[in-house]
């Protein structure tokens, strides 16, 4: 996983994604999000993820609304040569951002931090709640729902 995640994130950085620019996922819930993710976040970058279903109208506004430098769908991973770089995590960046519904009009975008998903993870971990090898859990959520995350 940690291989896959280097290679994409070398393959993003020579697409031009640098550091604090924001990467959108479009692309089905697969056992390929979590490595997608991890490259980015190497790299300095912020993930969006889009709800495949969305038509592409909405697609393109929340892309525009979140000035995203790139778009990771299948059809590039599948051009993706498995070339390795060493890459360093910084506290302090931006995670993820989340897109509201919007349904009073234009969609507002939210910054979810670093540090506030590792909190997140962090304190569901160490809860009642904890998830445990022999669970059972029910993906429901679109990957461009903020919930997503304590799945994966």
Not at 14 to 35: H, M, N, Q, T, W
Not at 38 to 63: H, Q, V
């Amino acid at each position: 996983m940690l291989f896959q995640a280097k290679c994409i994130a070398s393959a993003l950085l020579k697409e031009g994604v640098k550091e604090g620019d924001v990467v959108v996922v479009d692309a089905e819930r697969s056992l390929g999000l979590p490595i997608w993710i991890l490259a980015i976040w190497m790299i300095g970058g912020t993930y969006f993820a889009l709800n495949p279903a969305d038509l592409s109208e909405r697609k393109e506004r929340i892309c525009a609304l979140v000035k995203s430098r790139f778009i990771i769908t299948e059809a590039w991973l599948s051009g993706v040569k498995m070339t390795e770089q060493q890459f360093q995590f910084q506290p302090g960046r931006i995670a993820y951002l989340i897109a509201t519904s919007g349904s009073t009009g234009e969609p507002k975008i939210m910054e979810i931090g670093q540090s506030a998903l590792y909190y997140f993870l962090q304190g569901f971990v160490e809860s009642d709640l904890a998830i445990v090898s022999t669970d059972i859990v029910l993906q429901n959520f679109r990957v461009s729902f903020d919930v997503t995350f304590w799945k994966i």
